[in-house]
C-alpha cells in the first residue's frame, strides 16, 4: 500500500517536473518596448524563434529594423529543409529582396535611408503566388513569387541569412543594427491592417509570431534592450 502510495506519488511528481521543464524550455516573452541589438558583424550571433505552424499558404511579416549597413545583409531568414530561402528577408544594396521558397522578388526604388527606423511589412499567398513589400506605409509592387505552400521543419533566424536549414552563416551577410516588433500571421493582412502596423496604432498581434509573446533562443552577442523612444 505505502508502495504504492509513493509510486503514484513520485510518478505524479515526475510528470509535474517534466511539465516545468518543457513549459520552462518554452515560456514566452513580452518584448513590447524591447528590441533586439545586434552590435557587431558575426558569422554566428542571431536570435532564432520558435514557432508551432509549420505549413504555410500564405502569411505576412511585419517588424522594424534601424541600421547604417551600406552592404547587404538578412533581416528574416526561415528556412525549411529542401528551401535555405524558405522566406527572407533580405536588403541588396539598392532594394529589397522577398524570397519565398528560392524565389527573388526584387523591389526597387522603396524610400529608403540609414540611421531611421524602418516599419516593413510583407505578404505572400500561395494561390495568387503574390509578393508584396510595405516600407514605412508605402506599397510595392505586387510580384510573382511561389505558387507552393512552405513546409516545415521550420527554423527562424533574425540576424543571419541562412544558407543552409540552420546554418551557413556569413558574416557579411549579417545584420547590424537594431529590430522590434516582429510580428507574423498565417495570411495575408489587408492594407488598412498593414497602415495601422506601420503608424503603431492598434493593430491585432501576430497569430504565429507575437512581439508581446516570443519564444527564442538568443546565440552569441544580441541584447535585448528598451526601445529608446520612450521616457520613464
Ligand atoms: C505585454 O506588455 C504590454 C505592456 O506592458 C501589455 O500592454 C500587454 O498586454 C502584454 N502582452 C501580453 C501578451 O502579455
Redesign the pocket.
Known amino acids: 500500500m505505502t508502495c504504492m502510495v509513493f509510486f503514484v506519488c513520485s510518478l505524479y511528481q515526475m510528470l509535474l517536473f517534466l511539465l516545468l521543464v518543457t513549459s520552462c524550455a518554452a515560456i514566452p516573452q513580452?518584448l513590447?518596448?524591447k528590441m533586439f541589438t545586434f552590435p557587431e558583424a558575426t558569422g554566428t550571433a542571431h536570435a532564432k524563434l520558435t514557432i508551432l505552424k509549420q505549413d504555410f499558404n500564405a502569411l505576412t511579416v511585419c517588424f522594424r529594423f534601424f541600421t547604417d549597413l551600406s552592404r547587404e545583409y538578412a533581416l528574416f531568414s526561415l528556412a525549411v529543409p529542401s528551401f535555405d530561402n524558405g522566406l527572407l528577408f533580405y536588403k541588396n544594396l539598392n532594394s529589397f529582396a522577398v524570397s519565398v521558397r528560392n524565389t527573388d522578388s526584387s523591389f526597387e526604388g522603396l524610400d529608403f535611408k540609414l540611421n531611421k527606423w524602418h516599419s516593413v511589412c510583407g505578404t505572400w499567398s500561395a494561390a495568387s503566388g503574390l509578393a508584396q513589400l510595405w516600407l514605412n506605409g508605402e506599397p510595392s509592387s505586387r510580384k510573382l513569387s511561389s505558387t507552393s505552400n512552405i513546409n516545415g521543419p521550420i527554423i527562424i533566424a533574425l540576424g543571419q541569412d541562412q544558407d543552409s536549414h540552420g546554418g551557413d552563416f556569413q558574416a557579411k551577410q549579417s545584420f547590424v543594427g537594431m529590430m522590434s516588433d516582429l510580428h507574423m500571421w498565417d495570411y495575408t493582412l489587408s492594407p488598412c491592417e498593414i497602415r495601422k502596423y506601420m503608424n503603431d496604432r492598434s493593430y491585432a498581434n501576430g497569430n504565429v509570431l507575437n512581439w508581446?509573446?516570443l519564444e527564442f533562443q538568443i546565440k552569441g552577442r544580441v541584447l535585448i534592450e528598451n526601445k529608446q523612444n520612450t521616457c520613464q
Open positions: 513580452n513590447s518596448e508581446n509573446s
